[in-house]
């Protein structure tokens, strides 16, 4: 089963490097140090055919599957010697349950020539940088993410990150975005370590991380509907859905593999990868506003919204910047409520910050202070910006600065509240909601310990109430 969205598009004026580098990352680790492996493969391969090894070894390891593994003996049988020789230069259990028993017979010349061999074995890429379960190592933590199995496991992995990196990078920030892919990458060999934690076979694949990108996805969307591709077996079709929808299913898939499923494939890291990066995102979101916020799905915009908007980009597109900012304009005064285009309006106008244009668009940005729907830390975002560029911020009305921090009470943002009671106490606006919200601010620094501040915010208001009175 396959599940992918449709419909994301990557934002070329800003492109995700990040995503962009990690593919080039594990591209140039496949095809120049994964590159040599059969260089190495090969030593070590004829080291072991030119020493005693394959004729000490061959009675062993039948009394390793007896002992161990009992269920091989008919594919044992099936295959013959090539069976024996490929366990006997692959497999690290048998190298593990084989030595003890060397040191307590005293074999030492054939420890010796076993040992060398492991050393020379242990040079290919999964050996040395993949993870094994039973010995984890720090390089193998972070390792086994960069490395690959074959040209299809590469693609594969490139591709869904690619797919779900575009939007995750846009949102989060290229910095946060390889954080949350390591920290993802770490938490899928996590899991896959507790599963697995006799296995001494080696896990490599950035699939435990693209995993964690994929969970990250759905965070960063909710519960907005998107489209998806989806393919059972030789079906296939589309569906519209809720982002968290498919986080279900995505799990689902992972543990139904696991019990049913190709049993060379790490299912339950990918399920710590999902897991991990959606908690990760969903407490980065909380803690710090996106970048830049998600597109709609193009089927739920508003015709006229949309034309507008596709007129700007044309005027954009020709070089007609003043024409394209005339079009924002007189757009947002149709459409006052819809944000894309008062976005749009102020990045026209803010080549001018001084322009009365750039003032008016901000002022609409802030006048969605009022509406409930647009999220609050896009206005703090806008608000912030805005106060970069201007000396004179005339769009920071008292209404203005009224509604915002309302908002920045009901989101609890604390430093941007007291800052915008600051603007309204130093410009002696009079209004009935200042007292209240001061109080709000002087009850917060109560609870934490800060009585100097909540003291401070206290006795402004009340020098402001003082003033007010007749």
């Not at 190495?40 to 072991?48: G, N, S, V």
């Not at 594919?75 to 013959?80: F, Y």
Request: overall charge negative; proline content about 6%.
């Amino acid at each position: 089963m396959l599940i992918i969205p449709i419909q994301n598009k990557p934002d070329w004026r800003r492109p995700p490097l990040i995503c962009f580098a990690l593919i080039l990352v594990n591209l140039l680790v496949f095809v120049f140090y994964q590159g040599g492996d059969e260089a190495r493969w090969q030593q070590a391969e004829e080291y072991y055919f030119d020493s005693e090894l394959p004729e000490l070894e061959e009675q062993r390891f039948l009394m390793y599957v007896n002992e161990v593994h009992p269920e091989w003996r008919l594919q044992m049988d099936v295959e013959g010697e090539e069976f024996v020789y490929r366990e006997l230069l692959w497999n690290p259990e048998f190298h593990h349950w084989l030595l003890p028993k060397l040191e307590q017979e005293g074999q030492a010349q054939w420890l010796q020539q076993r040992q060398h061999f492991a050393k020379l074995r242990d040079r290919v890429s999964s050996m040395a940088l993949g993870l094994t379960p039973a010995e984890p190592k720090l390089a193998g933590m972070f390792g086994h993410m960069f490395l690959h199995g074959s040209w299809d496991h590469l693609i594969g992995n490139m591709v869904f990150l690619l797919l779900f990196g575009l939007s995750v990078e846009l949102a989060l920030g290229g910095l946060w975005f390889v954080a949350l892919y390591l920290l993802g990458g770490l938490a899928a060999a996590g899991l896959h370590m507790l599963v697995e934690s006799g296995s001494h076979v080696p896990m490599v694949g950035a699939s435990g991380a693209v995993s964690a990108i994929m969970g990250m996805f759905v965070a960063i969307y909710g519960v907005r509907r998107l489209r998806f591709f989806y393919t059972i077996g030789f079906m296939f079709g589309e569906f519209s859905a809720p982002a968290l929808l498919v986080l279900p299913l995505w799990l689902g898939k992972e543990i139904f593999g696991y019990f049913y499923g190709d049993s060379g494939i790490a299912y339950w890291a990918h399920t710590g990868g999902l897991l991990a990066g959606f908690v990760l995102a969903l407490m980065l979101i909380y803690w710090r506003p996106p970048v830049q916020a998600m597109p709609e799905e193009e089927g739920e915009l508003p015709s006229p919204q949309k034309s507008a908007l596709a007129r700007i980009d044309r005027f954009q597109e020709e070089g007609k910047l003043l024409e394209a900012a005339e079009a924002a304009a007189v757009a947002v005064r149709q459409y006052p409520e819809y944000l894309p285009l008062i976005q749009r309006h102020i990045e026209l106008t803010a080549i001018n910050p001084d322009s009365e244009a750039f003032h008016r668009a901000n002022l609409a940005l802030f006048a969605q202070a009022a509406n409930p729907s647009i999220d609050a830390r896009v206005l703090v975002t806008g608000y912030q910006g805005y106060l970069k560029v201007t000396q004179n911020p005339r769009a920071l009305t008292a209404k203005a600065c009224l509604l915002l921090a309302r908002r920045a009470a009901e989101a609890k943002n604390w430093p941007w509240l007291e800052e915008l009671l600051q603007r309204l106490i130093s410009q002696r606006v009079q209004h009935p909601l200042i007292p209240k919200l001061s109080m709000t601010l002087v009850n917060y620094y109560r609870r934490v310990g800060e009585e100097g501040r909540a003291r401070e915010m206290k006795e402004l208001t009340q020098a402001l109430e003082i003033q007010g009175q007749p």
